[in-house]
């Protein structure tokens, strides 16, 4: 099920979500110490180059982390298989992919 | 033998029935000794209760690997199982190997399990010929200490049985498998590293262990295939980046 591509996938995704989880949360702490409102978070991320690659990058690992342990779970315990195990996982992957993608075009475009 | 002072008849449950009929449970009082094993308590019955109990063992001191069932439901050696150590009240719940298609009774069919043994490369590739000297092994050496922790294994399944990773993924080659193909590859004797990461990297390969560790927890000699397994990651991980395998 989980051959040595997934794995690699799935272990390489996650080396590149871990520094991006804790400055994410380590930002967000920083940042609302003295209170902060939607202008002021847009006003530092709109145009940002750096925020939309940082959460490009994050959304692109998060797809594809999320979408192959779903995988996992999905065979070993709902006993999907084949096809339909494929397309959901795509499907998964997509979704996030999708939404995550739209968040970041809407507060840095 | 003596019967022991502490209540003298054991309640004692056995799974029956066969890959065609439909499994049942069948209950028999055992007269209960001082020293007595679960392969014991099996034994008395098929010889003094229903001869037609099917169950299989063959040396009764823990090396052949062959009496292995689930006992309360914790897949164990019978031939070096105490009854005292596993007895809840009176009572004992005797079943075949767990992650197994059964033959008929308790006798578990082994046929996967050593299937995977192939399929994991668990195979001698040699490195010289027979007209050749044999190459001297140094004990000493890391890697011959790392396939020496796990050449002990009786092939009795109880890993593979205790394995929810098996359960959920029949493709998964197992503890015994992987733990034997981690013993090869530290072989200094073996030719060939690459046929055996190749076999461990499949859709069964080690890279769907979950590091539960059952295996490792239940093995009855002690062995630790979780570590293997890992050791196995970390060498495919290895030959991922390029570098040696
Ligand atoms: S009968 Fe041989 S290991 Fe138990």
């Known amino acids: 099920m989980l051959d ?5 996938a799935q272990r390489l995704s996650a080396l590149v979500m871990a520094p991006f989880v ?3 949360i380590g930002v967000m702490i920083y940042a609302i110490q003295g209170g902060l409102t939607a202008a002021e978070i847009l006003g530092r991320t709109q145009g940002s180059l750096f925020w939309f ?5 994050f959304v692109v690992a998060v797809s594809i982390h999320a979408a192959i342990g779903l995988r996992v779970i999905l065979f070993e315990w709902a006993g999907l298989k084949g096809v339909a195990l494929s397309v959901i996982s795509w499907g998964i992957g997509l979704v996030l992919f ?3 993608a739209n968040a970041v075009w809407a507060v840095t475009a | 033998m003596h019967v022991a002072e502490h209540g003298s008849v054991m309640n004692v449950t056995v799974q029956r029935g066969s890959a065609d009929t439909p499994t ?3 209950t028999f009082d055992v007269p209960a000794y001082d020293n007595q094993t679960v392969l014991d308590v099996v034994s008395w019955i098929q010889q003094n209760a229903d ?3 099917t169950y299989r063992f063959a040396c009764r001191v823990g090396m052949c690997g062959s009496c292995a069932m689930m006992v309360n439901g914790v897949p164990r050696w019978t031939c070096r199982t105490h009854v005292s150590k596993v007895l809840d009240g009176n009572k004992i719940n005797i079943a075949p190997l767990r992650n197994l298609p059964v033959i008929k009774d308790l006798a578990a069919d082994m046929d ?3 299937d995977k043994w192939v399929a994991a490369e668990g195979k001698h590739h040699p490195t010289r010929t027979r007209e050749e000297e044999i190459a001297p092994v140094d004990p000493q050496a890391e890697e011959r200490q790392a396939a020496s922790a796990g050449i002990e294994c009786i092939n009795c399944s109880i890993c593979y049985s205790a394995c929810d990773t098996v359960t959920g993924n029949p493709d998964y ?3 015994a498998a992987l733990q034997r193909a981690w013993t090869l590859y530290n072989d200094a004797k073996d030719a060939d590293r690459d046929a055996i990461l190749d076999a461990v990297s499949g859709k069964g390969g080690c890279h769907n262990c979950h590091s539960m560790g059952s295996c490792t927890a239940y093995c009855p000699n002690e062995l630790d295939p979780l570590s293997a397994i890992a050791g196995l990651k970390r060498a495919t991980t290895r030959r991922f980046f390029g570098r040696r395998g």
């Open chain 1, 53 to 57: 690659l940082f959460y490009g990058i």
């Open chain 1, 98 to 100: 999708a939404m995550g």
């Open chain 2, 24 to 26: 049942r449970t069948e």
């Open chain 1, 22 to 24: 804790i400055v994410h």
């Open chain 2, 112 to 114: 996967p399990f050593f």
């Open chain 2, 51 to 53: 001869p037609t109990l």
């Open chain 1, 4 to 8: 040595m591509r997934l794995y690699m």
């Open chain 2, 173 to 175: 080659l197992g503890p």
